[in-house]
C-alpha cells in the first residue's frame, strides 16, 4: 500500500468514524425523547390535575403523528439533504419541548408531543440513509450496530437523566435540559466533517 493510498483510507475511515458518531448520536436523542415523559407523569399529572389517561394523549399524539407521516418522511429525504432533515427533526422535537416547558396548559403540552411526533418521523428514513449511502461497505454492519446500540442507550439514559434533571430543575427544567441535548446533536449533525455528505 502507497503513502497516498494509506492517507486515503485513514481519511476514509475518520470520515465514517464521524459520520457513524453523529448519526448514531442523534438515533440515542431520539431514543432519549420518547422516555422523557413517563418518569415525570406523576408531577405533571398533578400539576395539570389530570388523570394518568389523560396524560397518555400525549403519548397518544407522538405516536399517532408519527406514524402518519413516516412514509411521507422517507419520501423526503431521499429527494432531500438527509443530514439537514435529520437536524431538523431533532430540532423541531427540541423546541416542542421548549413549548411545553414555557407555556403552562396541558392542551399545549398534548399540541407539543403532536410536534415532536413530526420531527420524529424523519429518524430512520435520514439514518439509514445517511449510513447506507456514505458509510464505507467494509464498515456498514459496525454502523448499524453502532446506531442500534445508541438508540438502546438513549432509552436506557432517559430515565435517571430525566429524573435527575427534575430534582434540580423541577420538570419544566427536564423538558428543556432535554431540548438543550437534542440542540447540542443536532449541531453536531450539521458539522459532521465527511465531505461526502451533501
Aim: with cysteine; aromatic share 12%.
Amino acid at each position: 500500500m502507497t503513502v497516498s493510498t494509506e492517507i486515503a483510507y485513514a481519511a476514509r475511515r475518520n470520515g465514517d468514524i464521524r459520520l457513524i458518531a453523529s448519526v448514531s448520536a442523534a438515533h440515542c436523542a431520539s431514543h432519549f425523547y420518547m422516555l422523557v415523559l413517563p418518569p415525570l407523569f406523576a408531577v405533571i399529572r398533578a400539576e395539570y390535575d389530570v388523570s394518568y389517561t389523560e396524560l397518555g394523549f400525549a403519548f397518544t399524539a407522538f405516536n399517532a403523528v408519527s406514524a402518519s407521516l413516516q412514509t411521507q418522511a422517507g419520501f423526503l429525504v431521499d429527494r432531500g439533504n438527509a443530514k439537514v432533515i435529520l437536524a431538523a427533526g431533532l430540532l423541531i422535537e427540541a423546541a416542542a419541548f421548549v413549548v411545553a416547558a414555557m407555556v403552562h396548559s396541558y392542551w399545549v403540552m398534548v399540541a407539543m408531543f403532536a410536534v415532536m411526533g413530526v420531527g420524529n418521523t424523519v429518524f430512520h428514513p435520514a439514518d439509514y440513509s445517511l449510513l447506507s449511502r456514505h458509510v464505507s461497505p467494509q464498515r456498514i454492519g459496525q454502523a448499524y450496530s453502532s446506531h442500534g446500540f445508541a438508540g438502546m442507550l438513549g432509552s436506557a439514559a432517559a430515565p435517571g437523566s430525566v429524573l435527575m434533571m427534575y430534582g434540580l430543575f423541577g420538570w419544566r427544567g427536564a423538558f428543556l435540559g432535554t431540548a438543550i441535548f437534542g440542540t447540542a446533536v443536532a449541531l453536531l449533525v450539521l458539522l459532521m466533517a465527511d465531505g461526502n455528505v451533501e
